[in-house]
């Protein structure tokens, strides 16, 4: 197939600050069919003004990476593609540490030096040694580092640290670059299906209350956790095995390692859950922690205070967070551990967290996202070109899919485990099982026979260290099971935005932690 030339999108479609990345769109381009297909698309009318359907190949309920990724990808191929992002760009997202196996797909994407531009470099994951019968104050400032070079079979040894807000305006701004009719503030409200289970219109509306309604051929749900699909078809389901929620925040002046480890991210085991520390650019990290549903229901009083006395409860962290100043609201999620019964069906697909989510601890969300998103591609394109095919593309993209997934859960259930924890305070490379452990690090779950091979190997030795560890395994298989059990939605007060003190958090130490000015934020 000839690359279609440049096109626009329906008419109606307005610049917004994405555009400050890449240009805004030709208003002279025309729109190329795909060549050499017996179901090309026929001319369609362009506008999609209230009560009237505007027809489009492929619709693409989302702008975030995953979004952008398939919708770029499929305007490429010369469908007209039509992107819905309910919100404005740039807007805070979490989510900000990317895997090395993101960046062949920037790379595909042509975005890979621009996203470099607006990163910090990640040359890996650092776990601070914690309790697993060793002496904590002896090794109180010891950690391990998994470098991503050291993976097996590694494209990219290194990955990124991004602020969303930055980096899905640059990838929604490609796509619209890339022809993609991509508006914003424009919220889907309902989904119509025909007879034959396939969507035939799409109702939402903008910013300013106008209705839209949209025909597409195709419907791709990259709707991140509000799942649209998943919910209008009660296709979502509580993660039986994982409950976890979140609390986090934005600070300046966090101390970072020395020379090439300064754009690691930091993962720290705490009771209660873990912690991240995400290196940012302009001196800014990202800082939080995930937490079990019963410890978060323990909270009395206001977010900030929560938040501090989480992160200092921890001698590493407290010491690295010393004279920090929060620059960021302080956020707050419930239970947020899901999987829809289900990733397709006749006519639609979805992509990243609209399916699945489970735990960010590996930072797996944005490229099984955007991973996703190009297979979904591939099943859309060769559905509309060849419907009979379409039941087998989507079986082939659920089956390799669900099986990244699984391996991404089995590590994620585990990883507060005082199995997991000693396996991971004293990692040995026997057959090479620690570098498949950084390839999985690396995201690298779905198509390399020697990960795979190597990450059965590592579950062997899972079970045999367990068997070694038996009453910390059992005591750790029961606390996972009681809270896997335990429901935590938030409240109004922890899920608002707490606001900025502008002060700096005094110094902090395990015998006393110093709360300073977060202890008032919020009220």
């Not at 929604?172 to 914003?184: I, S």
């Not at 799942?227 to 409950?243: A, C, I, P």
């Not at 998103?373 to 394109?381: I, N, S």
């Not at 390839?439 to 779905?446: H, Q, T, Y």
Request: net charge positive.
């Amino acid at each position: 197939m000839g690359r279609p030339g440049r096109r626009r999108g329906l008419a109606g479609t307005t610049a917004t600050r994405a555009d400050r990345y890449h240009g805004a769109m030709s208003n002279d381009a025309t729109v190329d069919a795909p060549q050499g297909s017996a179901t090309a698309p026929e001319p369609r009318p362009r506008t999609a003004d209230a009560g009237t359907a505007g027809h489009c190949d492929v619709l693409v309920i989302g702008g975030g990476p995953a979004g952008s990724t398939a919708a770029t990808l499929l305007a490429r191929r010369g469908w007209r593609v039509v992107q819905l992002e309910k919100d404005a760009h740039p807007r805070f997202h979490i989510g900000e540490s990317l895997l090395p196996m993101n960046l062949p797909i920037l790379e595909r994407l042509g975005v890979l030096e621009q996203v470099r531009a607006i990163a910090t470099h990640k040359p890996g994951a650092e776990f601070p040694l914690s309790g697993d019968g060793i002496d904590a104050q002896a090794r109180a400032n010891d950690y391990n580092t998994f470098r991503f070079e050291r993976a097996l079979d590694p494209k990219f040894g290194y990955a990124f640290q991004v602020r969303r807000e930055d980096f899905d305006a640059l990838l929604f701004a490609h796509a619209r670059d890339n022809g993609v009719d991509a508006r914003e503030r424009v919220r889907v409200e309902r989904i119509e299906f025909g007879s034959d289970g396939r969507p035939v219109r799409v109702h939402a509306r903008d910013g300013d209350g106008h209705a839209q309604t949209f025909a597409p051929r195709y419907l791709i749900d990259a709707s991140g956790r509000d799942t649209v699909l998943g919910r209008q078809l009660r296709l979502k389901r509580k993660n039986e095995k994982h409950q976890s929620a979140a609390i986090f925040s934005h600070f300046r002046g966090v101390q970072r390692r020395d020379g090439d480890d300064a754009g690691n991210i930091t993962v720290q085991r705490f009771e209660h859950g873990w912690m991240w520390l995400i290196p940012l650019p302009g001196d800014v990290m990202s800082v939080g922690a995930v937490c079990f549903p019963e410890y978060l229901k323990q909270r009395r009083g206001d977010a900030g205070a929560f938040l501090m006395k989480t992160l200092l409860s921890q001698p590493q962290v407290a010491a690295r967070m010393h004279g920090a100043e929060r620059v960021g609201d302080v956020h707050v999620t419930g239970n947020y551990s899901y999987t829809c019964e289900r990733m397709t069906g006749p006519g639609w697909v979805m992509v990243g967290d609209a399916y699945a989510f489970v735990d960010p601890v590996f930072s797996s969300g944005v490229y099984l996202g955007m991973n996703s998103a190009e297979q979904a591609a591939d099943v859309v394109d060769g559905s509309l070109r060849e419907p009979a095919r379409e039941a087998a593309l989507q079986r082939a993209m659920q089956t390799r899919l669900k099986r990244g997934l699984r391996h991404f859960q089995w590590f994620i259930y585990r990883f507060n485990t005082p199995v997991m924890r000693h396996l991971f305070n004293h990692p040995r490379n026997t057959w090479q099982v620690e570098q498949a452990v950084i390839s999985m690090l690396a995201g690298d779950v779905f198509d390399n026979p020697a990960v795979l091979k190597r990450l059965r190997v590592f579950r062997w030795i899972y079970a045999l260290t367990a068997l070694q560890l038996a009453p910390a395994a059992l005591r750790g298989w029961r606390h996972r099971r009681r809270q896997a059990r335990v429901r935590y939605d938030g409240d109004e007060t922890l899920h608002r935005a707490a606001p900025l003190t502008g002060e700096a958090t005094p110094a902090a130490t395990p015998a006393e932690p110093a709360l300073g000015a977060e202890t008032g934020a919020g009220r």
